[in-house]
Structures are given as C-alpha cells and as structure tokens.
C-alpha cells in the first residue's frame, strides 16, 4: 500500500520501502517489535499498522551514541528514525520489505514502554482473556488487526454496493421506547423524567418502517444493536446489524435486492461467483435438516424411517413419533468404541438423546445394525434407500418426539460434518429460508410468539385462520442463511391499522398495552402507509464467515466476553449513590 505522508514524523511507512528506494533518505515511525543486539551491531524491528521494516546501527557506519541508545530500547517503545535505505546482505523473503534495512543516523525516542504482558507477534504466548484486557496491543498483531482492515473493506461494499442502488443510509436514536425482537430491553434511566426510562434498541425496526410512511423508499444503515439476552456462547449484548427496508415492494423484490448485495459481498471479498441461491420454504429445511439453518454444502439429508421401522417388535421406534435417520459418508469405518462415544456425544444433556441405533452398510452390499434382533436385511436396505446410504457408509438413527429428535438428529449432522472436515470455510453455499409461520407456541408462557416480530404480514388469505389454526399461519417472512448460519431475516411488513391491531390481540396485547406500546406506529399507518419490507444482517457474523471463521468476537474491535463484560474497562459496574438518587433510583440487591 503507497501512502504518501507530508506530516512531520514520518516521510514512509513500515511496509512501502523497496529495493527501488536504496539510496533514499526516509523518516519512519512505529513501535520496536524486536532487539536483535550482537554488541556491535544492532537489529531492531520496526512495526507499525503497514508493516515491519529492519533497521539496522552498527560500530562502522553508526555513531557510537545512537547505537548506544539503540541498545537500550525495549520491546513496545515508540520511535522515531531517520536514516538511508540500504539492501540487505541477508534478504527475508517472507515480508514485503525484505530486501533492505534502514542505515539510521538520527534516534528518537517518543514514548517509552513498560513490558507488555504477552509477545506482540502473530504467534502469542498470550491467552484469551489476558488478551481481551489489553485489546489495545492485542490490535499491534496482524491477526486482530487484519480483521478489523477486513471489516472495514466488508463494511464500505455494503455502503457502496447499496448506495449505488438507491438506498439512503439514515441514522435511528439509541434512546428509545421498547421494540419487542424477543429479548428483553436494556434500559436507560431518565433523569429528567423521573421513574421513566429509554430502551436502547433491540433493533431500528419501528423506525424503519416510519422513515417509509416518510417516503424515504429506500432504507439502510450499518446500526449497533442491543439485546439483553442470556449469554450463548459467541453471542455479543451489542451487535452490529446491515439494516434494511424497501418501500412498494413485494417479497420478491427484497430477496432479489439483497440476493444482490450478497453475491457482490461474495464477488468482491471472496472472488466466489454463485448462481441464482436456492430457496427452501422453513417446513422443507426442517423436514430435510431438521433446522432452519441448514449446511447445505454437504448432503446427509434425512431419511424418515416410521414406514420401514414400525412394522417389527421393536418397541423403542414403534412407541416414537418420528423416526429418522442420516447416511453418514464412509461412516462404516468407525470403530465400535468411536460409534459408542458418539451415542455418548449426543446422550449429553445439551443434546439429550436418549440413544442411538446404527446400521453399518458393508462394501458386499450387506447390512449390520445393532437392532438385528429386530430388522432383516431387507428392512435395512429400506433405511439405507430412504437416507440415501451408500456400502461404506453409516446410518444412525434417532427416534422420539418430532421435534425433539429433528433437533437431535441437526446437531449430530452438524458435529459429523465437522469431524469429517466437510465444513470447507473456503465454499458457500447460501439459502433463502422462506414461508416461516407467523407464530410459535411458546411452553413457558403458554402463549403465541411472533415468530419474527409482532409487525410481519401473514400469508395474503391467510388472516382468518388466525382464529381457528394459529400454529399454521404462514408469514411473508425470510432468512438468509450461508454455511449452516443465519446471515440475515426480514419480512414483508403489515401496513395498515387494523391488522396491526388484529396482531396485537391475537398476541395477547389488550388495546391499552398495545396502545401506549405502539400507538405511534398505528397512527402513522393511518396516514397512508405504503406497502414495505426489509430484512436485516448480522454484519458480525457475516464478516466473520466470509473472512473463513466462525468467532465474530475476532471481528470486533472491543468485544465482551462470554459473561458480557469489557474486561478491559472494567464493565458493567456500580455507580455510586450520588449517581443513583439523581436518577430517583434506588438499588435494592437481595443477598
Ligand atoms: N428487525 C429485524 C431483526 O432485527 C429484521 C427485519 O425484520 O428487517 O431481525
């Protein structure tokens, strides 16, 4: 990279100068990454965010004071060097300025550094949470680093590639009334309205459809969100999402709009081209996958066994509602004490199986299940025909409740994929979700959910089976999911007051809560509400899978940790009862 600096401390950076530079006067600047001290000559690294550029001070050609003074930086210290660019009698190939050194005659210290708690290289000594406390040196290393410069070339795509079509990146206030996505608020005390409180938002998304009542058409902005979830592991309290919203639109248009934008993410960051994505409606992804968001770059799809495994004295799958199984590919090579652990694997409470039946498929076209007892042959070659088993391979078979199983059988798809390496973070393959149900039962509260949020429509004709078959409702409601996650969700929005208000009750919202919650929103629909839709990214994880990884927290500049604390400021923490009485709050912790 050329950059071209007129300041005054630096006329290069650590990563431009080349052999055609020999000669050359320079000036640079950064941080001492290494002392190489032979006595009477002197190496010293030089970093900054560019690069590393050798400089060298010697008993022959360096005066006897600046070597001296060479001699006694240490590691972190922030200098200043003019001097000659030289090549180098030894050349290192493995960094861009490999071919020469800088020959200094002029040393200047401009800050001086304590010892840093772990090495500042690509390769650490330093563990993760150490590391997360002094984020500051960990972003001196390429790693961390690099991933910030990755984010930020995501990023600028996703302003260019929108703008270009049209959309208007306008800002939404952080200080907000409550907007239901699911989790609960964080909220912000008022001090000058006394006992009231902001939330920040859990997303942009009524305001996203009041910038369309505006006339705005076309909507984005790359916006942190807040959830105040429980914690899952990779999981982040603030979030950073590409947000989006369309007027006049059908759900066609949306999925093509952002289809777009994800093929030009994919073009640009990965030079990977990819066709038209497939589409598979939520009912189909479930049956097939048992998930949502299924991996589809491998197959291991499910085969549904209740027609070849209920016909025995097999009580197990005769008493269960599903029976389903998947082809493990050369699975047959697993030992006895392999296919135990795994039965183990997914007996573990997070999976909560409660076993595992297995069919090994011999390369003689012969089959050996450890429910011989009960099944011939030909059962078996009727599983290995309906998970689509080769000889080789391996079936594994889970029974019980529906939903339960589907959601067992995914996980175990999931972690065998892994096992066999057939999760290539080189490939992607990406997923329109579509048709999701408008709502989901949900045990604890004994009610119905939006399944994506109280302001997606329903199927057109499907409103009055709100009534009679809640569960059934479809919704005009999407995801897109690459490699096993879901990058982005959105739907074509309810756009006038009486179905909205329809929702609200059928959500168990009398008129007042919905009233006082969402009267805003309700009033606006009243003066002429154009049809609209949108989705949002989760701009996160999807820099982190197209950059090949899945931890999102490595693509965030100051992330939290698992527990949601910033272990390098010091947060959450108290504050202290003067803080509190001026917002008219009182603390009231229970021992
Ligand atoms: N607000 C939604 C979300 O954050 C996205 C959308 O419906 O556009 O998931």
């Known amino acids: 990279m050329q950059h071209n600096f007129h300041d005054m401390y630096r006329s290069h950076n650590c990563g431009e100068l080349r052999s055609s530079h020999i000669n050359n006067t320079v000036t640079l600047a950064g941080w001492v990454q290494k002392v190489r001290d032979k006595g009477f000559v002197v190496w010293i690294d030089l970093r900054d965010r560019y690069g590393i550029t050798q400089l060298i001070f010697d008993e022959?050609?360096?005066?006897?004071?600046?070597?001296?003074?060479?001699?006694?930086?240490?590691?972190?210290?922030?200098?200043?060097?003019?001097?000659?660019?030289?090549?180098?009698?030894?050349?290192?190939?493995?960094?861009e300025t490999g071919d020469i050194e800088i020959l200094v005659s002029k040393l200047t210290v401009l800050n001086e550094a304590i010892l840093p708690p772990f090495t500042i290289e690509n390769q650490t000594d330093g563990g993760a949470e150490l590391r997360m406390k002094y984020r500051y040196l960990d972003i001196?290393?390429?790693?961390?680093?690099?991933?910030?410069i990755f984010r930020h070339k995501v990023a600028q795509e996703v302003r260019n590639?929108?703008?270009?079509?049209?959309?208007?990146?306008?800002?939404?206030?952080?200080?907000?009334?409550?907007?239901?996505?699911?989790?609960?608020?964080?909220?912000?005390?008022?001090?000058?309205?006394?006992?009231?409180?902001?939330?920040?938002?859990q997303s942009p998304q009524t305001f996203k459809q009041l910038l369309m009542v505006g006339g705005m058409d076309k909507y984005f902005q790359i916006v942190k969100c807040f959830r105040d979830e429980d914690l899952r592991a990779d999981r982040q309290p603030e979030f950073t999402q590409i947000d989006c919203e369309m007027a006049f639109v059908e759900q066609e248009d949306v999925l093509n709009a952002f289809?777009?934008?994800?093929?030009?993410?994919?073009?640009?960051?990965?030079?990977?081209?990819?066709?038209?994505?497939?589409?598979?409606?939520?009912?189909?992804?479930?049956?097939?996958?048992?998930?949502?968001?299924?991996?589809?770059?491998?197959?291991?799809?499910?085969g549904e066994l209740n027609a070849v495994s209920q016909h025995k004295d097999f009580n197990v799958f005769n008493s269960a509602e599903l029976v389903v199984g998947i082809a493990v590919p050369g699975g047959n090579s697993f030992t006895r004490k392999e296919i135990d652990k795994l039965t183990d694997w997914i007996k573990r409470p997070q999976i909560g199986a409660l076993g595992m039946v297995y069919c090994r498929c011999n390369e003689?076209?012969?089959?050996?299940?450890?429910?011989?007892?009960?099944?011939?042959?030909?059962?078996?070659?009727?599983?290995?025909?309906?998970?689509?088993?080769?000889?080789?391979?391996?079936?594994?078979?889970?029974?019980?409740?529906?939903n339960k199983v589907r959601s067992q059988l995914s996980a175990l798809r999931m972690e065998l994929a892994d096992r066999l390496g057939l999760r290539d973070p080189k490939v992607f393959a990406p997923l329109w979700v579509i048709d999701f149900p408008l709502l989901e039962w949900d045990e604890e509260t004994e009610r119905y959910h939006a399944m994506h949020h109280p302001f997606t429509s329903p199927k057109p004709g499907q409103l009055e089976m709100l009534d009679t078959d809640p569960g059934s409702v479809k919704a005009n409601a999407y995801d897109l999911v690459l490699n096993g996650n879901e990058i982005g969700g959105g739907s074509i929005r309810i756009h006038d007051k009486e179905t909205q208000s329809l929702m609200f009750d059928h959500l168990g919202f009398t008129k007042e809560e919905a009233k006082a919650q969402f009267g805003f929103l309700m009033n606006a629909f009243e003066y002429g509400a154009p049809p609209h839709g949108g989705i949002a990214f989760g701009l996160d994880r999807l820099v982190a899978i197209l950059g090949g990884q899945e931890t999102i927290r490595d693509f965030i500049a100051?992330?939290?940790?698992?527990?949601?604390?910033?272990?390098?400021?010091?947060?959450?923490?108290?504050?202290?009862?003067?803080?509190?009485?001026?917002?008219?709050?009182?603390?009231?912790l229970k021992a």
């Open 60 to 95: 022959e050609r360096t005066s006897k004071s600046i070597l001296e003074q060479a001699q006694k930086l240490g590691r972190e210290f922030v200098i200043q060097v003019e001097g000659t660019v030289i090549e180098r009698a030894s050349k290192n190939p493995n960094i």
């Open 140 to 148: 001196r290393r390429d790693p961390v680093k690099n991933n910030l």
């Open 161 to 201: 590639y929108l703008s270009k079509q049209g959309f208007i990146e306008v800002e939404t206030p952080y200080l907000i009334k409550s907007t239901p996505e699911g989790a609960r608020d964080f909220v912000v005390p008022s001090r000058m309205n006394p006992g009231q409180f902001y939330a920040l938002p």
């Open 259 to 302: 289809e777009g934008l994800t093929r030009h993410l994919l073009k640009v960051i990965n030079d990977v081209t990819v066709d038209k994505f497939p589409r598979m409606t939520f009912d189909e992804a479930i049956k097939r996958y048992g998930n949502d968001k299924p991996d589809i770059r491998f197959g291991m799809e499910f």
């Open 364 to 402: 003689d076209g012969t089959f050996k299940s450890s429910v011989d007892k009960f099944y011939d042959q030909e059962d078996l070659s009727k599983w290995a025909e309906l998970t689509g088993a080769n000889k080789g391979d391996l079936i594994c078979v889970l029974s019980g409740d529906t």
């Open 558 to 588: 100051f992330p939290k940790n698992n527990s949601g604390r910033d272990v390098m400021i010091d947060a959450p923490s108290p504050v202290d009862n003067e803080q509190l009485s001026e917002l008219s709050l009182k603390l009231n």
